[in-house]
């Protein structure tokens, strides 16, 4: 799978909208772009996913860059109970094989009320 | 509720002593995975399932074993637990076929091995 590149850290405030970027220059065509989070002392959890359009759900919004090299994961108004770990992974869903998302590092979002 | 359910939640055994996680989904997925997460090295994956009796290796299977006898239950197992061993365990699952390839993860379980 290819490889994506996120901040370690970031911090916001609470009720602010945060944006959690990840770089992914290596992305091929059919390589879904997917989002988890990690709360502590729990497994992750599916944010959510795109391959070329924006997309909106209940929990945050993702916005893919036009050259899909890059995308930014949005939340519109943090809360302490969105202190986590946040992971961007790429996902071939053509030429993957059965082997899981591969999960880097991620960015270890801190809220401060 | 659909979840993932994994015991135990926290184990401390000692070296050789074999012993085994289980993992239970009651989402009817096909695939089942294993993961272990230590510091600085991210989630790893340990084997996965892609269906009963159907198991592979995935990035570090050394010292571990997994069957899959239901679907629903995808037991690892440490024949002869040593140190190295010691992490977080998660077991995830999801649907196939699918596109979007969603995984629902357990609580985790953490094994001291000393």
């Not at chain 2, 096909?30 to 892609?50: A, K």
């Amino acid at each position: 799978d290819a490889k994506t590149t996120q901040p370690n850290s970031m911090e916001s405030n609470e009720e602010e909208p945060v944006h959690l970027p990840c770089n992914h220059s290596t992305i091929s065509g059919t390589d879904y772009i997917h989002w988890y989070r990690q709360l502590p002392s729990q497994g992750p959890e599916y944010v959510i996913h795109g391959l070329t359009s924006n997309v909106n759900n209940r929990m945050a919004s993702l916005a893919i860059a036009e050259d899909r090299k890059s995308s930014t994961l949005i939340l519109h108004r943090a809360t302490l109970r969105d202190a986590a770990v946040y992971y961007c992974i790429l996902r071939d869903v053509v030429r993957g094989s059965a082997r899981q998302l591969t999960f880097g590092s991620g960015t270890q979002l801190t809220v401060l009320p | 509720e659909a979840q993932v359910t994994q015991n135990p939640r926290y184990l401390i055994t000692v070296t050789g002593k074999k012993l085994t996680v289980t993992c239970s989904q009651n989402m009817n997925h096909e695939y089942m995975s294993w993961y272990r997460q230590d510091p600085g090295l991210g989630l790893r994956q340990i084997y996965y399932s892609m269906n009963v009796e159907v198991t592979d290796k995935g990035d570090v299977p050394e010292g571990y074993k997994v069957s899959r006898k239901e679907k629903r239950n995808f037991p690892l197992i440490l024949e002869s637990p040593s140190p190295n061993q010691t992490s977080l365990y998660f077991c995830a699952s999801r649907p196939i076929p699918t596109g979007a390839n969603v995984l629902t993860f357990g609580a985790g379980s953490r094994l001291t091995v000393l």
